[in-house]
């Protein structure tokens, strides 16, 4: 059984998600009941909640959205139609046909969508479908809301005299109306509307000469309202069939308030469907703001909440445009109860606050934001020692007052129960404080409680350090800076770096160590070794991430490598096929070349002609064989290869010639002189230089002389002496 305090829900403020809830809801009654949801007694309540809650969650991203389940509230019907021989309103029985089509719609809905919304369906299965109520209502009341006139054969009747009357009403008074003008009896106005009746404005002076009923006169005095005699008659006539006609109206509406009352308790039912509908739907919304999702619910004692927000905190960032940090969180059988410690506004709170408030949350029917491979079991209850805890109206001091918590929670403790302390021990003498709070922490921990405390006491470090299912952690904090980085790290206690942050808040350093002095030497040395052991996983926690970042780059290049070599495989593949099929080329080139040298020697152009024809029928009747056996896309693959090879044989060649051009002008180049025998670089005629002026030789080949730049010359060999 599930036992959760008011001061519970208020520690974690559960009330402040319930109010967010509570706007998203469309309806009164659904606000109502948001802010009124407390954790599921039995765990069979709590999952079809929570699978109702997941099931509206999906329907934002499949084809078959939740129609509309809007309605306006049917209370004050529900009151008096369990008062016998009451009757609605005509407006009220609108408001009930309309109520009654939209469940009838929804419910035919989730029962045609079953596969989709399982648990939504079972929901709805408790509803009766009727369409009786919305053909009674129908009979009776038209769309606006108005009593048909053949709601009843008298009713008919009653209207149909009714508007005869009016006709004779509106005849006699044009009569009168013209009449009493032409004789010039009326003001300018002619006529005008008094206690919803058409009456004559009359001059006063001739009052006394229009036949009819005085109704009142103007401000000043100058016109009397008067109904016509003739119209007089039929107004009285009218006004009592306008009484007929409210009379039959009420007999009606009690006859169909009569035959509406058997569906009274279908009729609540139906209002209570709806309204659970509209909070399912807003849990579901808010979910979607906060990313919430169903961890698996375990029957192991283990709670895993894997990168976990706290649902205010995040909204709250996301409206400043600023980053929330989640934290991962583990308690076990092997890892009961932990502690944290470490310097205020490092996030201590906020961590035991996320893990109260998402495990609260799940436990009403609520998706928590946490990664998908969360998980948790149910606790029976949730005890909580958070904040300020000074009762005015008990005149009892905070520690009086948490003295009396504890008491509680000794007497409720049990391996079904998740406690959760911030700053545990505080308020009273250090010493003794740490002590007691020592001795609360040994109870809880043999008593098998899951718990998360925050501390400064180092005793209690000591005691989550030899206990073997209690671990220590901190927030870790910048070794330089100090600044908080709002990570958990399990697994080590957190030095509260008291002098650390005293000097970076420009307290001097000699005051700082008079503090130290007045202190035990192994209290500091204890605290400055956590102190360093911080630092050291910060470090570490860096270099890790390094780490992780390389071992990413390398796997992404061992990728890289794989996908080039199975490039290279391929094209080795294409240049066995090409080279096996350009064999058969080379072949057909020497039998040419041998027949060309053949006939070059004997002349014989029959034995030629002859030679070329056993080749090409030899050669067309393998192709011929070839073709068959070849599909298309062996030759399109031909092809291809062949386009590529060519592309690759191109850049080869052009690398050769970049490589032979470099060897050449890496040759140390020979210093000319008369009679050295040269020629030009792209030239074949060889001189003898007779001459050098400036950068310029003359070159004597023999038969003519020639003046060429020495940059263009090559040496070949030196001249004779």
Not at 283 to 303: C, D, Q, S, V
Not at 473 to 496: C, H, I, R, W
Not at 679 to 703: C, H, L, P, Q, W
Not at 711 to 721: C, I, R, S, Y
């Amino acid at each position: 059984m599930i036992s959760i305090t008011e001061k519970t829900l208020q520690d974690l403020q559960f009330p402040t998600v319930l109010e967010t809830i509570s706007t998203i809801c469309n309806t009164d009654i659904g606000k109502q009941k948001a802010l009124e949801i407390t954790p599921f007694k039995d765990k069979e309540t709590l999952m079809q909640a929570l699978m109702q809650t997941s099931e509206y969650v999906s329907s934002f991203q499949n084809n078959n959205a939740i129609p509309n389940h809007g309605f306006d509230a049917i209370t004050h019907e529900i009151k008096f139609l369990a008062i016998e021989d009451s009757f609605l309103e005509v407006g009220s029985f609108r408001k009930i046909a309309t109520i009654s089509s939209t469940v009838n719609f929804l419910l035919t809905f989730l029962r045609k969508f079953e596969d989709y919304y399982p648990n939504l369906n079972a929901r709805a299965n408790q509803v009766e479908l009727t369409k009786e109520i919305i053909a009674m209502v129908d009979e009776v009341v038209d769309k606006y809301g108005e009593i048909k006139d053949n709601a009843s054969p008298d009713l008919l009747n009653i209207r149909r005299n009714m508007n005869a009357v009016r006709g004779k009403v509106n005849q006699s008074f044009g009569t009168a109306l013209t009449q009493y003008n032409s004789l010039g009896y009326l003001d300018d106005i002619k006529e005008s509307f008094v206690q919803n009746r058409r009456v004559l404005a009359v001059l006063a002076m001739y009052r006394r000469k229009v036949k009819g009923s005085i109704m009142g006169s103007s401000k000043t005095g100058s016109i009397a309202y008067i109904e016509p005699e003739a119209t007089l008659q039929y107004s009285r006539e009218l006004s009592n069939l306008e009484y007929e006609e409210k009379e039959e109206i009420n007999r009606i509406l009690k006859q169909l308030s009569n035959y509406i009352r058997p569906f009274l308790p279908l009729l609540i039912k139906y209002q209570d469907f709806l309204s659970d509908i509209d909070v399912i739907a807003a849990k579901a919304k808010y979910a979607n703001k906060i990313n919430g999702i169903l961890p698996a619910i375990t029957e192991n004692r283990r709670l895993y909440f894997r990168d976990a927000y706290h649902p205010i905190l995040f909204l709250n960032n996301k409206l400043k445009n600023e980053i929330t940090h989640p934290q991962t969180l583990e308690l076990s059988q092997d890892s009961r109860i932990i502690v944290i410690s470490g310097p205020n506004a490092g996030g201590k709170t906020i961590s035991l606050k996320t893990v109260g408030l998402l495990q609260l949350m799940l436990q009403s029917g609520m998706l928590i934001p946490v990664h998908e491979r969360s998980e948790t079991f149910l606790f029976d209850r949730i005890l909580t020692d958070i904040g300020d805890n000074q009762s005015i109206e008990n005149h009892l001091s905070t520690y009086s007052y948490r003295l009396k918590n504890m008491n509680y929670f000794l007497k409720k403790c049990n391996k079904k129960t998740m406690f959760l302390i911030d700053e545990f021990g505080t308020g009273s003498d250090p010493e003794l404080g740490g002590a007691l709070a020592e001795i609360f922490l040994e109870e809880f921990y043999h008593r098998e409680a899951f718990g998360i405390i925050t501390t400064h006491y180092s005793n209690l470090k000591i005691l989550a350090n030899e206990l073997p299912f209690a671990t220590n952690a901190n927030m870790l904090f910048d070794e330089k800076t100090l600044e908080p980085l709002y990570k958990l790290v399990l697994g080590q206690a957190g030095s509260s770096f008291t002098f650390e942050v005293a000097l970076k808040n420009g307290i001097p350093f000699s005051l700082i160590n008079r503090a130290k002095k007045k202190i035990e030497v192994g209290k500091v040395r204890f605290d400055k070794t956590i102190a360093t052991l911080q630092k050291e996983r910060s470090k570490m926690e860096k270099t890790s991430q390094t780490l992780k970042e390389e071992e990413i780059k390398a796997r992404e290049e061992g990728k890289k490598m794989e996908t080039i070599n199975v490039k290279i495989k391929q094209k080795l593949e294409s240049y066995q096929e090409l080279y096996d099929s350009n064999q058969k080329t080379i072949y057909i080139g020497q039998k040419i070349e041998d027949i060309s040298e053949k006939y070059f020697n004997n002349k014989n152009k029959k034995e030629l002609l002859g030679e070329f024809l056993k080749i090409i029928e030899i050669e067309n009747s393998k192709r011929r064989k070839a073709t068959s056996k070849e599909t298309k896309a062996l030759i399109e693959k031909k092809k291809e290869v062949i386009q590529e090879v060519t592309v690759q044989v191109e850049e080869i060649r052009k690398e050769k010639k970049e490589k032979k051009l470099k060897v050449v002008i890496e040759k140390p180049k020979p210093i000319l002189k008369v009679g050295d025998r040269v020629r030009m670089f792209d030239g074949k005629a060889v001189g003898s230089i007779d001459s050098i002026e400036k950068n310029k030789a003359t070159v004597n080949y023999g038969i003519f002389t020639s003046k060429v730049s020495l940059e263009a010359l090559e040496f070949v060999e030196a001249g004779k002496k």
